[in-house]
């Protein structure tokens, strides 16, 4: 990230918790200016991390997603209707979420990831586990 020249935005590096003095903690990290190109747009990072990749337009972002190895989730934020009907039937992950920052539901609904984000032969939870091989997607929306 850093190394690479990502903007390091919010540095969850050393949280200590009060309550918890002798635990492991990871807080929340957010780096922007992230470039498709840089290893940690390449790799699947789970915890409280967000990198911020810019693009010029809609189907830039929409390229960049769908140009990932992993498909796992995505998000996007926007005032347009006509923006997020695109985004949501255009990108290839799992979960998609629109002006929503984490794309995962309860757990009790469908995932599993796509791509290389998907692991085994059937995702985890609900009908997925009888739907076998067909590639679904769980779009949250919120509109204000």
């Known amino acids: 990230g850093i190394a690479e020249g990502a903007d390091l935005l919010l540095d969850g590096r050393g949280l ?51 140009s990932r190895k992993f498909a796992n989730a995505t998000c996007i934020y926007t005032d347009s209707g006509a923006a997020a009907r695109k985004f949501k039937y255009k990108v290839k992950p799992s979960m998609v979420g629109i002006n929503i920052g984490i794309a995962a539901p309860m757990s009790f609904f ?33 509109w204000l």
């Open 16 to 66: 200590k918790v009060d309550e918890f003095p002798n635990g492991f903690f990871v807080g929340p990290t957010i780096f922007d200016n992230v470039t498709p190109d840089m290893e940690i747009a390449n790799h699947e990072i789970f915890g409280p991390v967000t990198s911020i990749i810019r693009t010029k337009n809609l189907d830039e972002a929409i390229e960049v997603v769908n």
């Open 110 to 142: 469908p995932f599993g990831g796509s791509g290389n984000s998907m692991f085994g032969d059937i995702k985890a939870h609900g009908q997925e586990i009888f739907q076998f091989f067909t590639d679904t997607k769980v779009v949250i929306e919120r």
